[in-house]
């Protein structure tokens, strides 16, 4: 049982003194004290307590070792992200950290796409990847980078690496911007998202390059979301890609997703 190491970690993690958490739980210094050096037994009402202090699961507090969490995986749970909280529907990233116990940026090059449509939830493959950092992106947030091939998402050149920060909640994906999808037929894709979610059970994916039909995508088929932060590539865009009549579909499609997001914004 981890609850004695997990309070103590949890009170340092928010720089709060043994006073300080006594009595916002209504008892004493030393029996806190008691608690963390793990020679008193927690009734189920000091469990409730210092569960809803925390914002994290009795059973979490029992069974997990906290202190070997990283930062993003931490702050999951304080944002309501909890297994036992919130039950099977919680998207559990498998994920790793560096020596520093600090996230991890995954590479998943093109080779390596196939396996990752069945590998992703699995600690063993993840840990296999490529890692880097990215010290200017958030030490709070998980992200992944992704090689994307063809000619769908024009003017990004064939090969680029796209780096995503991982999403839980999927409502909160917002139309009109880029995300990287994990699929169940079609793997990793690079869309623009039209979210319909609440209204259809779908997100609409738009490729940049206008020859390619938009096309839904039913929540059950869908395994994971990154919404786009950055990509890497050694080319430039080719903005005069093609004749003036693609040049002018392709305007005409960013047309119509700012319309798009018009809408949705107007309704709130």
Same mark, same amino acid.
Do not use: C
């Given at each position: 049982?981890?609850?004695?190491?997990?309070?103590?970690?949890?009170?340092?993690?928010?720089?709060?003194?043994?006073?300080?958490?006594?009595?916002?739980?209504?008892?004493?210094?030393?029996?806190?004290?008691?608690?963390?050096?793990?020679?008193?037994?927690?009734?189920? +009402?000091? *469990?409730?307590?210092?569960?809803?202090?925390?914002?994290?699961?009795?059973?979490?507090?029992?069974?997990?070792?906290? +202190?070997?969490?990283?930062?993003?995986? %931490?702050?999951?749970?304080?944002?309501?992200? @909890?297994?036992?909280?919130?039950?099977?529907? *919680? #998207?559990?990233?498998?994920?790793?950290?560096?020596?520093?116990?600090?996230?991890?940026?995954?590479?998943?090059n093109e080779k390596a796409r196939a396996g990752y449509a069945t590998g992703y939830a699995d600690p063993e493959y993840i840990r296999e990847l490529p890692v880097f950092q990215l010290p200017f992106? /958030?030490?709070?947030? &998980?992200?992944?980078?992704?090689?994307?091939?063809?000619?769908?998402?024009?003017?990004?050149? @064939?090969?680029?690496w796209v780096t995503g920060e991982f999403i839980a909640d999927w409502h909160g994906i917002i139309s009109g911007r880029p995300y990287i999808v994990l699929t169940l037929n079609d793997g990793v894709?690079?869309?623009?998202?039209?979210?319909?979610?609440? /209204?259809?059970?779908?997100? #609409?994916?738009?490729?940049?390059?206008?020859?390619?039909?938009?096309? @839904?995508?039913?929540?059950?088929?869908? #395994?994971?979301?990154?919404?786009?932060?950055?990509?890497?590539?050694?080319? *430039?865009?080719?903005?005069?890609?093609? @004749?003036?009549?693609?040049?002018?579909?392709?305007?005409? %499609?960013?047309?119509?997703?700012?319309?798009?997001?018009? &809408?949705?914004?107007?309704?709130?």
């Amino acid at each position: 049982m981890h609850f004695s190491a997990n309070i103590k970690h949890l009170r340092k993690r928010r720089k709060r003194t043994q006073e300080d958490v006594a009595f916002a739980l209504g008892m004493k210094r030393s029996t806190l004290n008691n608690y963390e050096n793990g020679q008193t037994i927690p009734n189920a +009402s000091v *469990l409730l307590a210092v569960s809803d202090y925390y914002w994290i699961a009795i059973d979490t507090l029992l069974r997990v070792d906290l +202190s070997g969490l990283s930062e993003y995986q %931490l702050s999951e749970l304080e944002r309501g992200n @909890d297994v036992y909280i919130r039950g099977s529907s *919680l #998207r559990v990233l498998a994920t790793t950290v560096s020596s520093n116990n600090e996230e991890n940026i995954e590479l998943v090059n093109e080779k390596a796409r196939a396996g990752y449509a069945t590998g992703y939830a699995d600690p063993e493959y993840i840990r296999e990847l490529p890692v880097f950092q990215l010290p200017f992106l /958030s030490g709070n947030r &998980k992200y992944r980078t992704f090689q994307i091939s063809g000619d769908s998402m024009l003017p990004l050149p @064939d090969g680029s690496w796209v780096t995503g920060e991982f999403i839980a909640d999927w409502h909160g994906i917002i139309s009109g911007r880029p995300y990287i999808v994990l699929t169940l037929n079609d793997g990793v894709v690079f869309k623009i998202a039209d979210n319909l979610i609440r /209204s259809e059970g779908t997100l #609409r994916l738009y490729s940049l390059n206008p020859f390619y039909e938009p096309y @839904d995508l039913q929540v059950g088929e869908i #395994r994971e979301v990154w919404r786009f932060i950055n990509f890497i590539s050694t080319e *430039l865009p080719d903005t005069e890609n093609g @004749d003036e009549a693609t040049r002018r579909m392709m305007a005409e %499609l960013r047309n119509e997703l700012k319309l798009i997001r018009h &809408k949705l914004d107007k309704q709130g």
